[in-house]
Structures are given as structure tokens and as C-alpha cells.
């Protein structure tokens, strides 16, 4: 730092700040510091009138007790330290651990009986080799969002402590009743809309419930020699495809009420349907996959034929650029955009694959969960084209989805347990398990703000579930999750 003028007026010794009556006339530091008095020398109880010009204050170590670390105390001169050797030795230590020349400090003789995490005795303590004094017994890995799972961390860098578990509610927020709502695990009759418009498909009608404003409206009926298979939305817009028990998909415009268009093609009912922007894949019980463009006249501009029983799942990934699709045959295929033939090939579930879910935080890490006989969550990296792990969950998988505001995922289930569990990723650690259904959760959503879920069973009911935080990581009740706990009817 710069010195400033020696001609200054001397200030009482009692004074906070110099008088700034005349303020010296330089050309240095843009700023003026005060001056500082030293008040620690043991040569006189006075304090001393000598100005010391400083940008931080240094703390006298003449108190400090060394020898509970077994160290000298610095030489003093005039009532001053000499050096801060022994200081930075003992810094340098605690940083850097005891490699850096300097034998770390024995742990004081006390007690540590009764502290969580630390050993029953010192010398336990003082004899570890430990490159940090104050650390708990047993380390917690610190887990990733990388599709490979743990971290790699920098050497000499401790892995964090965990967060707090979070609170999930184990009751539903609200419960709707939800008549014809069919039993059957190949059919997708529940969906949510990025306008916070639920989709429900109950025997040959759709209903639209607003989750806004709790309001029911009912958007077709198919008639008595058809019923409804399957709903999707658009990711973005109002546009709602139906696949229904006669092999067609009809794009209905939700906020007119009014349908505007009907596709055809497959000679069975469609089950699965997947939106990726103006183009929407249509799986069926005939074995194929017709891909469409609703901006062209064409009932479908290419046809998937790779599976050997009924499609009964589909997603797209988030950047629109690969198909997961899964089938009766226990395969999953994942197809490119322009592909015919699938560019990934994954047959090892042992029951059918309607669970399949893309992951929003890494690119290509794609999850699938297995019918009865398999109950497997399985994660496989599409980038790499490997399997990455296996989660036994020991109930039939029947959906799974991410979430959007955390590295979690839920699943939902059937025979044997009808549970409904969150999971967090890449450890599989439970947050919560979820009970309340009678039959199999066979239908899940999720809203658009990422908190709350949706599920729906052959008991016909529909129960929202406040699962995940908000974007911000805070627990706080919104407007799609602050239900009152009630019972109604969605028609």
C-alpha cells in the first residue's frame, strides 16, 4: 500500500478517527484509509500514541494458547511477535495436511465419549493418518447427476456433507374419482399439459380437468363400438392426440373442444402415443410405430416394424432427437429421427417395457422398468450404448418418470405391493414410498411446474401426490399442489 504524507495532526489517543479538518493533499490511493492505533504493547497500560496506517487489521496472537498443540509460543520482542512462522506451520497443516513438512499437532488430552462420528479415545485420534482433524468416522460419497455415478474428486478434496432428507408427504393432496377407468397395463389414459390441463381417458370418452380452476369438461365421446386406448399432449400448445380400440389416432384442438384431424394406419388398438414438436409416434397392438406429421396431409410419413408383440411404451428425448420405444417382446429399441431400423437394441428385461423415461439433466441416460416377472428399473447411457445398473424393486413396473427440478425419478407400480416410490439418482436410495392404491398404478403424470404428480389405478381413482421441491429447491405449496385433502368426481 502506498504511504501516506507524514505530515498529519496528531489525533487524541481517544479518538475513533483523525481530524479530517485539512484531508492531506496527495496524489496516491484513491482512498483514504484512517488511521489505526495499536493497543495490544505490554510495555505501558496506556495506549499508544503512535498512528499505524493500515488497509486490514492483524490480530495479536499473544493470547493464543500453543501449548495445547504441543508448540511454542512465538519469541517476543518488545512486547511484539517476532514472526508468525509457528502460525503459518500450523495453518499450513490443517490445509494441506502433514505431507507439507510439518508433523501434524496431537489432539489435546479430553474426552470425546458421546460425540457422534468421532473415536472412543484420542489416541484413536491423534494416530490417524488422517489428512483432516475434524472429519466424521464414516465418509459419505457425494453423487452426481453423470450417467457413469460418483464423482471423481480432486485430490485432497473431501466429498460434501449430505443435504438434510426432504419431507414427502405419505398422503395425496386431493383424490378424484374416476369411473370406468380401465385396469388394463398396455393403455396410457392419463396425461398432463404444459398448460396445467389434466387428460383423462375413461371408457370411450375423454375428460379435460383444469387443475387451476378443479373444472371438468368433457371433450369426446367415441361412441359404443369404440374406446379410448391412449392420450398425449402436445409438449407445447393445446393439441390432444387420442388413440383409440380401432386403430386411430384423432388430434383434437383442446381449447376449441374441437377435433382436427383423424389419422389411420394401424389395424389394432393404439396404446402408446409420444409427441416430439409437430410430429407424433403412434405405437400399436399390430407391432408398429407410425411416424406423424399433423402439417402434412399424409396419415403417417414412416412406419417402425421392429417389435415383435403389442408397443405399448414411447418417449421421446428432450432434444427430440432419439425414440425410446417399448414393447410386449420384454425389447427396447431406441430409434434416431430418421432411422427405420433401431439404432440401439436392449433386450434385457425378462417382461414387457411400457416403463421409459429420459432423463432432463444428462444427455442420453434413458430408464426403463420391467412388467411382473422382471421388476427391474434398468438405466442404459445411449450415447455410449451401454447398461449402466439394475434396480431390483421387487414389484411390477408400470411407470416411470423424472424429475425436472432434481436428480430423482418416481415409479410406479403393480403386483405385488401397488406402491408408488421416489427414488433418488444415481444411488436408488428410497425418499419416500407411497401407498394408498388398491390395484395397480398403471397411469402417471406429472404437472408442469415439476412438483406434483398424478396417478391412477383400477380402484378408478386419481390421486395427486406433492413429490418433488420446486426449481429452487424450496418446499413451499403451490398453486397445482395446495389441494385441500377431499374426495370429488372427475365427470
Known amino acids: 500500500m502506498d504511504s ?21 493533499a496527495r496524489s496516491g490511493p484513491l482512498f483514504y484509509t484512517p488511521p489505526r492505533y495499536n493497543q495490544f504493547s505490554s510495555s505501558s497500560p496506556s495506549p499508544s500514541p ?27 520482542t518488545g512486547g511484539k511477535e517476532e514472526g508468525s512462522g509457528a502460525y503459518a506451520a500450523i495453518l499450513r497443516t490443517v490445509l494441506f495436511g502433514p505431507d507439507h ?21 484420542p489416541s484413536s485420534v491423534s494416530s490417524s493418518p488422517s489428512k483432516n482433524i475434524f472429519r466424521f468416522k464414516a465418509e459419505v460419497p457425494r453423487y452426481s447427476i453423470s450417467p457413469m455415478g460418483v464423482d471423481d474428486l480432486l485430490p485432497g478434496v473431501s466429498p460434501t456433507q449430505p443435504m438434510a ?38 371408457g370411450n370418452c375423454v375428460y379435460l380437468w383444469n387443475a ?21 399432449w402436445a409438449r407445447q400448445g393445446s393439441h390432444l392426440a387420442v388413440g383409440t380400440s380401432q386403430g386411430i389416432v384423432q388430434i383434437w384442438d383442446a381449447s376449441r373442444c374441437k377435433k382436427i384431424r383423424i389419422m389411420e394406419g394401424h389395424r389394432l388398438r393404439v396404446g402408446a402415443l409420444a409427441w416430439s414438436s409437430s410430429c407424433l409416434s403412434s405405437g400399436s397392438r399390430d407391432k408398429n ?13 414412416s412406419k417402425l416394424s421392429a417389435h415383435k408383440s403389442e408397443v405399448c411404451g414411447l418417449k421421446w428425448s428432450y432434444d427430440n432427437r432419439q425414440l425410446a420405444s417399448g414393447g ?22 425378462t417382461a414387457a417395457v411400457k416403463a421409459i423415461a429420459w432423463s432432463p439433466h444428462v ?34 413396473v408400470c411407470n416411470l418418470v423424472w424429475s425436472k427440478n432434481v436428480n430423482e425419478l418416481v415409479s410406479t407400480h403393480g403386483y405385488s405391493q401397488n406402491q408408488i416410490i421416489v427414488w433418488r439418482y444415481p444411488s436408488m436410495l428410497k425418499v419416500a414410498t407411497l401407498t394408498g392404491h388398491t390395484f395397480r398404478v398403471l397411469y402417471l403424470a406429472m404437472s408442469p411446474d415439476g412438483q406434483t404428480i398424478v396417478t391412477g389405478a383400477g380402484d378408478e381413482t386419481l390421486r395427486f401426490w406433492n413429490v418433488f421441491p420446486s426449481p429452487k429447491y424450496q418446499s413451499t405449496e403451490n398453486k397445482i399442489g395446495a389441494f385441500s385433502l377431499g374426495r370429488s368426481e372427475i365427470r
Not at 513438512?101 to 479415545?121: A, F, L
Not at 378424484?176 to 390441463?197: E, G
Open 4 to 24: 501516506l504524507p507524514a505530515e498529519n495532526p496528531s489525533p487524541s489517543p481517544y479518538s475513533s478517527k483523525p481530524d479530517r479538518s485539512s484531508p492531506p
Open 50 to 76: 503512535r498512528v499505524i496506517y493500515s488497509d486490514r487489521f492483524i490480530p495479536s496472537r499473544l493470547g493464543s494458547n500453543f501449548h495445547l498443540f504441543n508448540v511454542d509460543s512465538p519469541p517476543m
Open 101 to 121: 513438512g510439518i508433523v501434524p499437532p496431537e489432539t489435546p488430552d479430553r474426552s470425546w465419549s458421546g460425540r457422534v462420528g468421532y473415536s472412543s479415545s
Open 165 to 202: 432428507a426432504r419431507k414427502v408427504s405419505r398422503s395425496p393432496s386431493k383424490v378424484l374419482d374416476a369411473p370406468a377407468l380401465q385396469d388394463d397395463f398396455y393403455l396410457n389414459l392419463v396425461d398432463w399439459s404444459s398448460s396445467n390441463m389434466l387428460a383423462v381417458g375413461l
Open 212 to 232: 387451476s380452476s378443479s373444472k371438468v369438461t368433457k371433450l369426446c365421446d367415441l361412441g359404443v363400438d369404440d374406446a379410448v386406448c391412449s392420450v398425449g
Open 289 to 301: 410405430i407410425f411416424q406423424r406429421d399433423i402439417r402434412v396431409q399424409q396419415d403417417y410419413v
Open 328 to 349: 410386449n417382446d420384454n425389447k427396447l429399441f431406441v430409434w434416431n429421427m430418421n432411422s427405420t431400423q433401431p439404432v440401439h437394441k436392449y433386450c434385457e428385461h
Open 363 to 396: 444427455h442420453g441416460l434413458l430408464a426403463s422398468g420391467g412388467g411382473t416377472t422382471d421388476r427391474c428399473i434398468r438405466f442404459w447411457n445411449t450415447t455410449t450404448n451401454s447398461h449402466l445398473s439394475c434396480m431390483d424393486t421387487g414389484s411390477q
